[in-house]
């Protein structure tokens, strides 16, 4: 794998990236979370050829990355106003922009906002709002155990969401949705982490992780879908919480393209890697004319 290099935008933020492949196309791969860094994503490097640069970066507060002082600052408006920053810093004309998960959240923002610098949008794994995120959650713990709920309640009401048995119980009733199809912990998410103080911010003020009020609470991307004209493509797993959000956006943005992993949930980038970058490969490939 390359070597992380880092790159100074104005007002002396450094961000973190590797990058692989020369372009004139440039991939470039928003990590989800929020506050995860690139590393679970190092897959999509092996796209990168003499024609196509594929770039894995950190946003802010992630890694290696600068990290602003206030919680308030960590906001999709924000990172969206970061892609475009390093865009310019990294000389990119011809983007490809992927979010993956909560990356997606940010790439959509990006489209609304800098439509006219984007080639083709690709969205992974995501959904398009708070409230589905929201909704999500829902229909995670619709399906826990009696016994599962019981204690989820117990501590919730006391607050232990620093606990390492709160951490157990929370994956545990999320992996249906989200590891369904991985039996071992694969090499490129041991080499991811992620930053608490980003998570917390964005997602959930005090740890519940079913509660969604940190900057994220009022973002609604859908209202962006009618007005994006680029090449899309939405991939997603059948088993993804994310699923009924995924179809819904590549009904409503018309230049979008939906593909679904039968064999994969929320980490369909490790639970189907041949098959996810073989998509992502094919989607580049028909919107750069190979």
Known sequence: ?????????????????????????????????????????????????????????????????????????????????????????????????????????????????????LTSLLLCATAGSAEEVRAANRLTRSTASPRQLARLKELTRAKAFDTPEYRRLTEAIARPFQWRFVDSTPADWKATRISPGVYRAMMTRSGDEFVVDGTIASWDGRRYYSKIEVPAVVVVGKYDFFLEASVEMAERIEPAHLRVLPHSSHMEVLEQPREFLGTVREFLENVTGG
């Open 1 to 117: 794998m390359p070597k992380a290099s880092t790159v100074t935008l104005p007002g002396n933020r450094t961000f973190e990236y590797v990058a692989r492949g020369r372009g004139p196309a440039t991939l470039l791969v928003h990590p989800g979370g929020p506050g995860l860094t690139y590393h679970y994503l190092r897959g999509l490097l092996h796209l990168a050829s003499a024609n196509l640069r594929v770039i894995l970066f950190n946003p802010r507060g992630v890694g290696h990355s600068w990290a602003p002082k206030s919680a308030k600052e960590y906001t999709i408006g924000n990172l969206a106003e970061d892609v475009e920053a390093l865009r310019r810093a990294l000389k990119i004309s011809e983007l490809h922009l992927l979010g993956y998960s909560a990356g997606g959240f940010v790439a959509l923002e990006y489209a609304h906002r800098h439509e006219n610098r």
